[in-house]
């Protein structure tokens, strides 16, 4: 029988009817596995991760008192129909991505708030 992992020779004195011809290779194969299922779950958490690193970047501009527009989201590839929950503030439907919630008035002025994060 030959690895399913390297192809090499799968010598008979292995465990059970392993596919593997050491563990090494059993362990690599079953973390690529876990991997790959973990990358199809991830891609909408990596997106979610991804926007809100540039909410916090545009947060942090926003903390130094410059005006931020919703094109700076824009700029930075704001995935603007990405949403983890919708609330409303002070009357403003605000979207949150993750830690972080915005708010696009008309004349495309944007608010970020950060959220207290749940533990
Ligand atoms: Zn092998």
Not at 83 to 89: A, F, I, K, Q
Request: a positive charge.
């Amino acid at each position: 029988m030959k690895c399913r992992h390297c192809g090499g020779e799968v010598l008979s004195n292995r465990h059970g009817n392993s596919r593997y011809c050491c563990d090494d290779h059993e362990k690599a194969a079953r973390k690529l596995r876990s991997k790959l299922r973990y990358g199809k779950l991830s891609s909408l958490n990596k997106e979610i991760e991804r926007c809100q690193a540039i909410l916090q970047q545009v947060y942090l501009i926003q903390s130094l008192k410059k005006p931020i527009l919703g094109r700076d989201l824009k700029t930075l590839g704001f995935n603007f129909s990405l949403s983890t929950n919708e609330h409303l503030e002070n009357g403003k439907l605000c979207k949150v991505v993750g830690n972080y919630a915005y708010h696009l008035d008309q004349n495309e002025n944007l608010s970020i708030w950060k959220l207290k994060s749940k533990k």
